[in-house]
């Protein structure tokens, strides 16, 4: 069964400093992993997405994930946090050859001024 | 180009009702997935359909179901409302794919409250 872990409900980060939102997954075979982004009263933005290939994902708005297989986490990391960046961020995960998404329960990110 | 629309954007229903949410995707896309995201929880997946055919259902009860048109726009209905159905209703789209890494864009959701 695929399932997602995402284990800080909340990550406060000082605005200019650097951030890590976290997500290990759980999946037989090769997984595809995805970054959303919730803003209030809004739907999901995607940020990027790891298929295959390099490890190291770049998406929007300056965010990036690094793939780590052994551990099999998808950590987004940002260089320097923006009080704009201040969301709800899910971390999903599919399995390659199904149709079935399936969401972290999303992390809290509060960028402080 | 237009984004994934749904409508209506807020609902109201009483325990027993029936409800009709729908969702139209983005021009080109033909795969129309379903979610629903009660307070607090990350997206939970409902359905999804491509070229009219149901291609995976989550586990929901026989009470959600769900239909796509020749025009990919697409209808969740849900029947006998119960108070745990109050969430938000989101609809993705995502462009044509073989159970690849497609990406699924989102709308703004429907928010279902059932008193």
């Known amino acids: 069964a695929q399932s997602v872990a995402q284990p800080e409900d909340q990550v406060n980060v000082a605005e200019g400093n650097p951030l890590t939102v976290k997500c290990t997954y759980s999946v037989s075979g090769n997984p595809y992993l995805f970054w959303y982004v919730q803003y209030p009263n809004r739907g999901l933005q995607f940020l990027l997405k790891?298929?295959?290939?390099?490890?190291l994902v770049k998406g929007s708005y300056g965010f990036e994930a690094e793939f780590n297989k052994s551990q099999t986490s998808f950590h987004l990391k940002k260089p320097s946090a923006l009080v704009s960046d201040s969301a709800l961020y899910f971390c999903a995960v599919k399995k390659a050859g199904t149709y079935k998404y399936i969401f972290g329960t999303g992390t809290r990110l509060k960028v402080l001024a | 180009d237009a984004g994934v629309t749904q409508s209506p954007t807020h609902l109201i229903k009483t325990r027993g009702q029936q409800v009709t949410l729908r969702c139209s995707p983005i021009?080109?896309?033909?795969?129309v997935s379903w979610y629903q995201q009660v307070l607090g929880q990350g997206p939970q997946f409902i359905f999804q359909?491509?070229?009219?055919?149901?291609?995976g259902r989550g586990n929901f009860p026989d009470r959600f179901s769900a239909r796509q048109f020749p025009n990919y726009s697409s209808e969740l209905n849900v029947n006998a409302l119960l108070l745990g159905d109050s969430a938000l209703y989101l609809c993705?789209?995502?462009?044509?794919?073989?159970?690849?890494?497609?990406?699924?864009?989102f709308g703004p959701g429907t928010r279902l409250l059932v008193l």
């Open positions: 359909y491509y070229e009219k055919e149901e291609r």
């Open positions: 021009s080109g896309h033909k795969s």
């Open positions: 993705a789209s995502s462009p044509p794919g073989l159970a690849g890494g497609e990406t699924q864009y």
């Open positions: 790891y298929i295959t290939g390099d490890n």
